[in-house]
């Protein structure tokens, strides 16, 4: 779809896009976002009037409309397993206060492998996402800690996946929203 609307904008400067599907509506700022496109986005919803997408990123703000895509891939979308429990709008609201977050995002998919650099912010990310505000930077050992202080007693959904599993489902994100082609 996002390559069609980037074929109609060389012709067309409105430009509707028909679909309820959240990751439909979340390239489509991705893709008005950038440098330059041509033509105004609009959303159009079952049962809702049209969604101008240029005043949706304004409304957010450019550079969390670049990282909204890689945030929204990360937490979970049609191809990619989500966090148990944590949902879209806490990941949103931690990596919207904190520009390390936002960059960290607006990159994820811009790359084909996964860099060290990469996933430690990842790491950190996921980290204060299961644990606002804490120091610890390395995911095995907050699972860990959590698990300590909970004497056992928590369902597994309540913690944040280990090393191995966390750089799979990051890895799984570069190729699920391959950006770089899109440029």
């Known amino acids: 779809m996002m390559f069609h609307i980037q074929h109609a904008s060389k012709e067309f400067k409105n430009i509707v896009c ?11 700022m991705y893709v ?15 049962f809702s009037r049209l969604i101008d997408v240029q005043k949706l990123n304004s409304a957010v703000g450019k550079d969390v409309a670049n990282a909204l895509v890689g945030l929204h891939a990360f937490t979970g979308c049609d191809t990619v397993s989500a966090f148990s429990g ?12 904190n520009e390390i977050y936002i960059s960290l995002f607006a990159n994820i ?16 990310f996921t980290c ?15 699972r860990y800690n ?7 007693k928590l369902d597994s959904a309540q913690l944040p996946p280990c090393e191995n599993t966390l750089r799979l489902h990051t890895q799984s994100k570069l190729s699920s929203f391959p950006l770089a082609s899109m440029s």
Do not use: W
């Open 109 to 124: 998919g811009t790359q084909l492998y996964l860099s060290e650099d990469t996933f430690s912010m990842v790491q950190q």
């Open 86 to 97: 944590k949902g879209k709008v806490n990941p949103l609201k931690l990596a919207s206060k």
């Open 18 to 28: 028909v679909s309820d599907d959240t990751d439909v509506m979340v390239l489509c």
């Open 146 to 152: 959590m698990f300590r202080s909970k004497k056992g």
């Open 32 to 46: 008005n976002a950038r440098e330059n496109f041509p033509a105004k986005i609009y959303l159009k919803r079952s």
């Open 128 to 142: 204060d996402l299961y644990s606002r505000g804490t120091k610890i930077k390395n995911i095995n050992k907050l």
